[in-house]
């Protein structure tokens, strides 16, 4: 077999191949993406539950925020020296919550880049609630994403009271003193979240890490038949270039 035959057969052998890759790809990303469309409807449902969860949180949120305004609108706000000696306002910094889909690239279909888990297409994350406090579910994105996380809505400094302002009066209101309503709250919300994040962590995150995996098996699929399709040209052209009578003498 002469040189130029030998390149012509290996090159074609090869093209066989690519070319049964072109046709079967297509039929095993369909399958992968049934099971992922099987796979997000208890994860839309999971993360349903989940805002739910996190709308409670940000009503007892709210709660504290009013108490604040009552606690900082009067003198009943409680400060500490700072190293300078001035005032300082004594508190913490209290957030509502926000459910976030923690997205990959991998999950659109027309991404081929090289890093499936980057996040340029989507950003870092999508937001499942909106609203002033966070307070209504995004249906339309529940589900997205290959985690589920709590994100960081609206932020407020949460001041702590004194037991009376600055004339002797008492520091509360019908519901009791601002100091003990407010820390009252606080052990709620904490307790609110830890039953969030467990439910959230035991469903729908353990659900998520199948959909983070089938999503990258896609990517991997997606990513296979673009390079056998630029491989079939690749082979095409070095049939074509052997086949060329002009290029004859260069294979002797």
Do not use: H, W
Request: aromatic share 8%; net charge negative.
């Amino acid at each position: 077999m002469t040189v130029k035959n030998d390149i012509i057969s290996k090159a074609s052998d090869e093209l066989e191949i690519v070319d049964r890759q072109i046709i079967q790809l297509p039929e095993i990303i369909g399958e992968v993406q049934l099971n992922l469309d099987d796979l997000i409807i208890p994860a839309a449902n999971f993360d349903r539950r989940v805002c739910e969860l996190t709308q409670a949180v940000n009503l007892k949120v709210k709660e504290l925020e009013v108490l604040n305004g009552l606690i900082t609108s009067g003198t009943c706000g409680a400060t500490i020296p700072d190293e300078d000696g001035n005032s300082q306002e004594k508190g913490e910094v209290v957030q509502f919550d926000v459910v976030q889909g923690g997205r990959n690239d991998s999950e659109d279909t027309n991404y081929i880049g090289n890093n499936p888990f980057s996040t340029t297409v989507f950003g870092a994350t999508t937001n499942m609630m909106g609203g002033g406090d966070f307070e209504n579910i995004i249906t339309d994105n529940l589900g997205v994403g290959v985690t589920t996380l709590i994100g960081v809505g609206r932020t407020f400094f949460a001041q702590e009271s004194k037991s009376t302002d600055d004339d002797g009066d008492d520091c509360s209101n019908d519901s009791g003193a601002y100091s003990t309503q407010r820390s009252d709250l606080l052990t709620e919300i904490a307790a609110l979240r830890q039953t969030r994040n467990n439910y959230m962590n035991d469903t729908v995150n353990e659900l998520k890490k199948e959909i983070k995996f089938k999503y990258t098996q896609r990517y991997s699929y997606y990513f296979g038949l673009a390079k056998v399709k630029v491989r079939k040209t690749e082979l095409e052209n070095i049939i074509n270039l052997a086949n060329d009578p002009a290029n004859e003498t260069f294979y002797t």
